[in-house]
């Protein structure tokens, strides 16, 4: 009896792709996916792809996630523990 | 090129063992300078009140500061700024006026240094953020045509339901402040200013009552709620219990009501694979600098709850230029712990997410900085819940559209 194929259905056909990539990950390499490993896999590998969430609030969030950010906090951010920043100035130009 | 090397000779030195943490920490550390962008201007030194979590009075160093910056020491901010902003081409400069509670400065005052600083951005080009964090009790209709003119953000300090406001953030007759505190809302509202608001964590509380309170009765959609200052010489109560509470009921209630929470976003960006845009959580570098009413230059103030004096730095506006911060000591300490975590975070999975939890939780009296956050093990059991929660909602959405599920 052969081992269960853990792996996600295979790639269509060629001639069906219309140029997608699509990616294959075994569940085993699911499973062990955490915070640190989406970063490192983002940064280190260079693999460039969003986070999305089917949550609409967490998907919100995760889509402001910016690529373009290493992980050093970016620089320029302008933030303090004591002004959360969600102030306004309704007549602000 | 502005940023400079920094030299090995000037980073601190390093046994072994920290030089495996270093190196580990190797590819995301940042090993340049760069000129400062961003002062904590304390525009007092006393307050008004008398909060009892307060850091500010754990060190009583700051009472021998003058009450309020003196004009020797705002004439030399302005003259440092401007040196400042054209050695360094900077194009963006955010000034937070703190205290004490800031608006004993008063309104002649605060009105005439913040001209002096929209002077310096119309003849410079470099654009101020000017933002102010206050108890509200001294806001009226004039402090809001201040706010107004000078394009001031406000951040209100409101510790949630009445009682718990008033428990714990009261006067000097010990009176709850938490009716005045409301007053300003509405004062600051009717003038045009929508303010950000600050909480302060009390872990032995419901979190659904302070959202019913600000969401429900005060209509506040955006806010923070701090975890409690503390560090290893105390011994805080946890704080998992409430904020995997307030996690639940802000996803299950008040999120699709379009409700944020700056320390919930900041573990959700953490968690997958983002920035944090707070130094509470997160790694990143901690380079915040603060500007004392006397001109003194020092490190984040909140670094001062290691102890009386702990953050003095010999550094003075009116002799010294803003950069020379990074020669102090502290500073550095500071800057290099927040980008070396100490060895039981480098291998926790929320090590990013987390950063080691605030620096200024990670001292203590025999390890300084070298340490994981006092609240270690209430932080990974809070991103043990939030991961939990929204993983099996996780999905890659690759350039090429596909998407693969977590």
Known sequence: MPEKDDTLPPLPPRRERSGQKKAALASATVAALTPDVLADIKEKLGVDFKIRSSDASVDTIASSIDPNVGVAREYDKVYDRTSPGYDRVYDRG | ?406
């Open chain 2, 1 to 406: 090129m502005i940023a400079s090397t920094i030299a090995d000779s000037e980073s601190a030195s390093f046994d072994s063992s920290d030089q495996v943490r270093a190196d580990q920490n190797a590819a995301a550390k940042p090993r340049c300078r760069r000129p400062i962008d961003y002062i904590l201007l304390k525009l007092a030194a006393r307050c008004n009140i008398a909060c009892d979590y307060c850091y500010w009075f754990r060190d009583e160093s700051v009472l021998k500061k003058p009450p309020t910056l003196t004009t020797d020491a705002e004439d030399a901010l302005i003259h440092r700024l401007r040196l400042h902003i054209e050695k360094y081409s900077l194009s963006k400069f955010a000034v937070l006026f703190h205290g004490g509670e800031p608006l004993l400065f008063g309104p002649n005052r605060f009105a005439r240094l913040c001209q002096r600083l929209r002077t310096l951005d119309v003849e410079t080009g470099c654009r101020f953020k000017l933002d102010v964090t206050t108890n509200g009790l001294l806001i009226n209709d004039a402090w809001v045509e201040l706010f107004r003119n000078y394009q001031v953000g406000v951040t209100l300090s409101i510790d949630g339901p009445g009682e718990v406001h008033d428990a714990h953030r009261v006067d000097f007759s010990h009176r709850g402040t938490y009716l005045r505190v409301i007053a300003a809302l509405n004062t600051l509202r009717a003038g045009g200013i929508q303010p950000g608001v600050l909480a302060v964590c009390t872990p032995d509380r419901d979190p659904r009552d302070l959202l019913a309170t600000f969401v429900d009765e005060l209509d506040i959609k955006g806010f923070d709620i701090l975890i409690p200052d503390a560090n290893h010489e105390d011994n805080p109560p946890s704080i998992a219990p409430y904020y995997k509470r307030l996690f639940d009921l802000w996803l299950s209630d008040y999120a699709p009501r379009g409700v944020r929470i700056r320390i919930i976003e900041n573990m959700l960006l953490g968690l997958m694979g983002g920035e944090t845009r707070s130094e509470t959580l997160g790694y990143g570098p901690v380079d915040r600098v603060t500007i004392l009413t006397d001109g003194s230059i020092e490190a984040l103030d909140i670094l001062r709850i290691a102890g009386n004096g702990s953050t003095a730095s010999g550094l003075n506006l009116v002799t010294h230029e803003l950069q020379e911060i990074e020669r102090d000591p502290v500073w550095r300490s500071a800057l290099d712990a927040s980008l070396t975590l100490a060895a039981a975070c480098v291998n926790c999975v929320y090590s990013r997410a987390c950063g080691g939890g605030h620096i200024a939780s990670r001292w203590s009296s025999l390890r300084q900085y070298d340490n994981p956050s006092v609240y270690c093990a209430d932080l990974k059991a809070m991103f043990e819940h939030a991961w939990a929660t929204i993983r099996p909602t996780l999905y890659v959405e690759p350039r090429s559209g596909a998407t693969v599920p977590l």
